[in-house]
Antibody, heavy 118, light 108 residues
Framework: EVQLVQSGAEVKKPGTTVKVSCKVSGSSFTDYYIHWVKQAPGKGLEWMGLLSPLDGEAIYAEKFQGRVTIAADTPTDTVYMELRSLRSEDTAVYFC???????????WGRGTVVTVSS | EIVMTQSPATLSVSPGERATLSCRASQSVSSNLAWYQQKPGQAPRLLIFGASTRATGIAARFSGSGSGTEFTLTITSLQSEDFAVYYC??????????FGQGTKLEIK
C-alpha cells in the first residue's frame, strides 16, 4: 500500500525558507507524479507544482515560480518542497499528493502546517 | 488558466435526502474532471474522476455527471459522514491544475 508521509509542522519568520518533505512508502516516487497543494486557513485548494517521474523535472504554477523548488532524494524516495522569502500569506497547510499519470490526485499526504510569523 | 466555479457555496440538506453540487469550467475540460471530499483537519479524498467514475472504495450514493463545462456531483440518501466540503478539479489543461472554491455541505 502506497503512503505519503509528510514532515511535521513548521514555524518560520518572514523572509526565511521552509522545506517540507513527503516520503513515499510502499513504492518508489519515480512511479508517480508528485504534486504540492496549498490550503490557506479557511480557504480552498491551490496547486503549486509537480515533480514528473518521466524526467525528474519540476513544473510550477506561475504564481509560485521563482520562489518554490520541488525536488527529490531518490535513495530515500522523498520529495521536497522548498518555499523561499516567506511572508504571512504563506501561512497554510501544504499537502503532497500522488498523481495518476498527469491527471487527478488519488492519494494525499496528511498535510504540513506552516506558520509564518514574526 | 481555466477557472472552476462551484455553486452553491453552502448547501444545507437533511440526512437521508439528496444533495446536488455544481461545478462550471470557464472553457471545456472534456471529461477531465475530478471531485474531492474534505473533512475538517483532514486531507482531501478522491471521490470521482473522469467526471463520472467512482474512485476505489467510494460508496454508490456518490455519482458524477457532465462534460465540457458543466458538471454535477450528486449524493443520494445523505449520511452523517457526508457532511464536508467538496471540491472539483480540472486536469484537462495544465499547468496549472485548478480547483473550484468548494461547496460546504452542511446539515439542515
Amino acid at each position: 500500500e502506497v503512503q505519503l508521509v509528510q514532515s511535521g509542522a513548521e514555524v518560520k519568520k518572514p523572509g526565511t525558507t521552509v522545506k517540507v518533505s513527503c516520503k513515499v512508502s510502499g513504492s518508489s516516487f519515480t512511479d508517480y507524479y508528485i504534486h504540492w497543494v496549498k490550503q490557506a486557513p479557511g480557504k480552498g485548494l491551490e496547486w503549486m507544482g509537480l515533480l514528473s517521474p518521466l524526467d525528474g523535472e519540476a513544473i510550477y504554477a506561475e504564481k509560485f515560480q521563482g520562489r518554490v523548488t520541488i525536488a527529490a532524494d531518490t535513495p530515500t524516495d522523498t520529495v521536497y518542497m522548498e518555499l523561499r522569502s516567506l511572508r504571512s500569506e504563506d501561512t497554510a497547510v501544504y499537502f503532497c499528493a500522488k498523481g495518476v499519470i498527469d491527471w487527478y490526485f488519488d492519494l494525499w499526504g496528511r498535510g504540513t502546517v506552516v506558520t509564518v510569523s514574526s | 488558466e481555466i477557472v472552476m466555479t462551484q455553486s452553491p457555496a453552502t448547501l444545507s440538506v437533511s440526512p437521508g435526502e439528496r444533495a446536488t453540487l455544481s461545478c462550471r469550467a470557464s472553457q471545456s475540460v472534456s471529461s477531465n474532471l475530478a471531485w474531492y471530499q474534505q473533512k475538517p483537519g483532514q486531507a482531501p479524498r478522491l471521490l470521482i474522476f473522469g467526471a463520472s467514475t467512482r474512485a476505489t472504495g467510494i460508496a454508490a450514493r456518490f455519482s458524477g455527471s457532465g462534460s465540457g463545462t458543466e458538471f454535477t456531483l450528486t449524493i443520494t440518501s445523505l449520511q452523517s459522514e457526508d457532511f464536508a466540503v467538496y471540491y472539483c478539479q480540472q486536469y484537462n489543461n495544465w499547468p496549472p491544475y485548478t480547483f473550484g472554491q468548494g461547496t460546504k455541505l452542511e446539515i439542515k
